[in-house]
């Protein structure tokens, strides 16, 4: 454990705070608190400070993007947007994050369409996965990610030259 080994290492009263990071969700905070607590208590750390990470930040982003191309395979429809892993959406590969994908000014319809959703680039990985809708998507369609959130903008990249997200604060 991390914090056992920086009791270990630093003499007590070295810092006077303690900066843990972020990313912790609420399974680990019980046994996380005891342990912590008690770091604390062995270093004579005052003061801890917790970064927001993704189980606080994740809902608060929305990814608004739309439908380039709609084609036809062996396996299903396909629909490629204009967003992608590459554009902020990597942890659905990494971490194998669930997202919804959502029609804007969808009517209240049954989920009866289903697609394979991808990105723009040609890259195999660029896939995000089965998603219903209420009617065949269409070229130039709207489409929301919701909970895209913490780390959308700094895991996107410039890969195949697409550029990075436009970020719009409501």
Not at 107 to 113: A, F, K, Q, R, V
Not at 131 to 145: C, H, K, T, W
Request: aromatic share 8%; glycine share 10%; proline share 5%.
């Amino acid at each position: 454990r991390v914090l056992d080994r920086l009791v270990t290492l630093f003499p007590p009263g070295m810092f006077d705070y303690l900066n843990i990071g972020g990313g912790l969700d609420s399974s680990e905070s019980a046994p996380f608190r005891n342990v912590l607590l008690e770091a604390c208590r062995s270093m004579k750390v005052n003061q801890v400070i917790l970064e927001p990470g993704r189980n606080l930040l994740d809902p608060c982003a929305t990814i608004m993007t739309s439908v380039r191309n709609v084609v036809k395979r062996g396996n299903g429809l396909w629909a490629h947007l204009d967003v992608g892993i590459y554009s902020g959406l990597l942890d659905v590969v990494l971490k194998k994050k669930s997202i919804s994908i959502l029609l804007l000014d969808a009517e209240e319809l049954p989920m009866t369409h289903r697609y394979h959703i991808s990105g723009p680039t040609s890259d195999s990985l660029d896939y995000l996965g089965q998603f219903d809708f209420p009617r065949e998507l269409a070229v130039g369609d709207r489409l929301l990610i919701p909970g895209s959130g913490a780390y959308t903008n700094v895991l996107a990249t410039q890969f195949c030259g697409f550029d990075g997200l436009e970020v719009v604060v409501l």
